[in-house]
């Protein structure tokens, strides 16, 4: 998540009364697990604990300031579900009444109506809002999440090629996929241990968790040796989205939560004070300090899981647990689900339909309403189906919402483009139609191409913003030009600077700039043209020399630094060097959603394109650097196409060409190459006579 998205959500961490009847028992498990200090039935403290989580991740995600860590609330939610399930299985399996049967049947009534029917919610805005492209993407994501395996969606889909995660409007399910897989195991494991170690649980308990960080730490780097060379080595490239993700290493949450069953209270109430103001406050500097790039997995982890483990296991607390225990703060935690489950979807559907994000008084308006949808969610959703009983009105409830999330997305899954009434529509439909506009040539980090014999030999590098132009210029100079490509996603060519290290993207990086650091040093190039999405490297990059991190959010001194290094990487190069600016931004959503609401359309700003023609302007004195500027042939001062002629989409999204656009461009490069090519020609010529 990378990110930036970090979406919660641990059900059973977000209920405990209908458990009660379990909870209570005490016995060789400890104090009872939802009891108050008063002795009542159900820890009200526990319930503030949720309302805490769920809030620090409802204003990460309202972009509420100091709240970068926000999405720590994760960590505490599995904490609590850890802690939960456990003595609920526990409990019953001492009592000689544990049943598989029962247990799901207890889950699915909990659940599965409130997450059936924001789905339904999700699935009107989607046919009401998204383009087909989008809503292509939604389907799948629903399918994923109706089964309980969204994470894994979530997992593969991220990296460079990720779509937004703020467009992603069930994102947040991973996690509920998250515990749903924790729910098919762990009653089991339970089960076993009890009756293999009786009297080591803990032990036990202890050593899961240690196995999990063990393999956080292994894993969050992107390079576990057993598989290296192998096709698993670029799926877990992406270290921080592999443990992120995945459910083993979320197992040491739920055990830090599970082993608080069989570890012994202490008995001093001063000692219970301490654990709950030191638990919250390790909670509060997670919330308030961490942010998407802050130190690695294995080590975030622990102050929030810490900090949650410390808070369950002061029941006794006092002044510590006022905060946690009064009304208001427990009915939030009582609604946590709900609120989990509503809000993120209204952020982003927010957001989509008004193409920016929210401003503050937005955002608290959306806070609010996402807070009446849970109150409403759980009087009129949860509390009703709660009360069901029976293995089989759970099943049947189960299925029948599997099964109508199965029909919605397969026929959400080609985009629903009669939704709109234009050709560009069709066009961006879905994956398969893209694949028919792209101007991409498909090549993996390096390959050659156009007429192999020419002794024309063009160097062609960039990362996607020059990907985009392949496929014309195969079909415009390709009989005349031998092209060797060097390019990778999220790849800056550089001296001095690199993309900073960052899992498969990085492999495929350094593969690509390696090769083409051996094409120049093989000195038969006769020209250079390059393309990078140039503004998109502001917090990206780092020095070569110690992999020390920069980040350069001002445009002008990132544009000068990086032109000012490309200098010094082609200093030896006696041809010309071509840059093309990077494409300009388009609000493709626009025309490419359906009408039946009336939105908004901003014309996208084209600042940054601007400042990086200043920026050349100040750097012409390299007269052997030329510079294309795709806004040139696009854009007027009404703003930029995003059609032809034909109305064929000239964007593939809101920052690349489709083949019709590169179409336009590409010319410009072919042509510039002929003059550059024929003055140096002339040039040689001219020399050779003098001789």
């Not at 195991?185 to 196995?211: D, E, H, K, N, Q």
């Not at 992999?547 to 030896?572: F, N, Q």
């Amino acid at each position: 998540m990378r990110s930036g998205q970090a979406p919660l959500s641990t059900t059973a961490g977000m209920a405990c009364s209908e458990d009660s009847r379990a909870l209570r028992v005490g016995g060789q498990f400890g104090s009872p697990s939802c009891a108050a200090a008063a002795g009542d039935g159900h820890r009200t403290d526990i319930d503030g604990l949720r309302a805490v989580a769920v809030l620090a991740v409802l204003f990460f995600h309202l972009r509420f300031a100091g709240f970068s860590g926000g999405f720590v609330g994760v960590d505490v939610f599995f904490v609590i579900s850890g802690f939960l399930i456990t003595r609920i299985v526990a409990t019953d399996v001492e009592a000689g009444r544990f049943s598989l049967a029962h247990f799901y049947s207890r889950r699915a009534r909990r659940l599965l109506p409130a997450f059936f029917a924001t789905l339904s919610l999700s699935c009107i805005a989607a046919f009401l809002l998204l383009t087909p492209q989008h809503l292509e993407t939604f389907a799948k994501s629903l399918m994923a999440s109706s089964y309980g395996v969204s994470n894994i969606f979530f997992w593969r889909q991220s990296g460079y090629f990720d779509l937004a995660a703020r467009m992603k409007p069930l994102l947040h399910t991973w996690s509920l996929s998250v515990e749903w897989q924790f729910y098919l195991v762990w009653p089991m494991l339970l089960s076993v241990l009890l009756a293999a170690f009786p009297g080591r649980m803990v032990w036990s308990i202890i050593t899961i968790a240690i196995l999990s960080f063990w393999l956080i730490v292994a894993f969050q780097d992107g390079s576990f040796w057993p598989f290296a060379g192998t096709p698993a080595a670029d799926w877990i490239a992406e270290g921080r989205a592999t443990v992120f993700y995945n459910t083993p290493f979320r197992v040491f949450e739920f055990a830090c939560g599970a082993a608080l069953v069989w570890l012994p209270k202490p008995r001093p109430v001063l000692v219970h004070e301490l654990l709950a103001w030191l638990g919250l406050a390790l909670i509060a500097f997670a919330v308030f300090s961490f942010d998407s790039r802050s130190g690695a997995p294995a080590w975030n982890v622990l102050a929030p899981a810490t900090g949650a483990a410390m808070v369950l296991s002061a029941n006794r607390s006092r002044l510590g647990g006022f905060a946690l225990r009064n009304r208001a703060v427990g009915y939030l935690g009582r609604i946590s689900y709900s609120l989990y489950l509503v809000h993120w979807p209204l952020i982003v559907f927010c957001e989509y339909g008004l193409l920016r994000p929210l401003l503050p008084t937005e955002a608290l308006f959306v806070g609010l309403l996402a807070l009446v949808m849970a109150m409403s969610m759980f009087h009129f959703v949860e509390q009703p189906f709660r009360a069901g009983h029976g293995f089989l009105p759970s099943f049947g409830l189960a299925l029948t919402g599997l099964l109508s999330c199965s029909v919605v997305s397969y026929a959400m899954s080609g985009g629903m483009p009669w939704r709109l009434h234009s050709v560009a529509g069709n066009e961006l439909a879905n994956s398969a139609a893209l694949k028919a506009i792209t101007g991409s040539l498909a090549c993996l980090d390096f390959c050659e191409f156009g007429n192999l014999q020419s002794p024309k030999k063009i160097l062609v590098v960039g990362d996607s913003h020059i990907d985009q132009y392949t496929r014309a210029l195969q079909e415009l100079g390709g009989q005349e030009f031998h092209f060797l490509l060097a390019d990778a996603g999220n790849c800056y060519f550089g001296a001095e600077f690199q993309t900073r290290t960052n899992g498969a993207v990085t492999r495929h990086c350094r593969n690509a700039t390696d090769q083409a650091a051996r094409w120049l040093k093989a000195g038969d190039i006769l020209a250079i043209v390059q393309a990078q999405r140039w503004p998109g490297y502001r917090t990206l990059l780092e020095r070569k020399v110690d992999g020390a991190p920069v980040e350069m959010p001002d445009l002008a001194k990132l544009y000068a630094t990086m032109l000012g290094d490309l200098a010094k990487l082609y200093a030896a190069f006696r041809g010309p060097v071509i840059l093309i600016g990077h494409t300009p931004d388009a609000n493709v959503v626009c025309h490419l959603r359906p009408t039946y609401l009336s939105l908004p359309c901003p014309v996208p700003t084209r600042v940054e394109n601007v400042a990086f023609d200043q920026a050349f302007m100040a750097f012409a004195s390299h007269s052997s650097f030329h510079l294309l500027d795709p806004g040139e042939t696009i854009c007027s001062a009404n703003g930029c196409d995003v059609t032809d002629g034909a109305g064929h989409s000239l964007y593939l999204d809101e920052n690349h060409f489709s083949i019709y656009g590169a179409r336009l461009v590409v010319p410009k490069v072919i042509e510039r190459l002929r003059d550059d090519l024929s003055v140096a020609s002339r040039q040689t010529s001219t020399q050779s006579t003098k001789r």
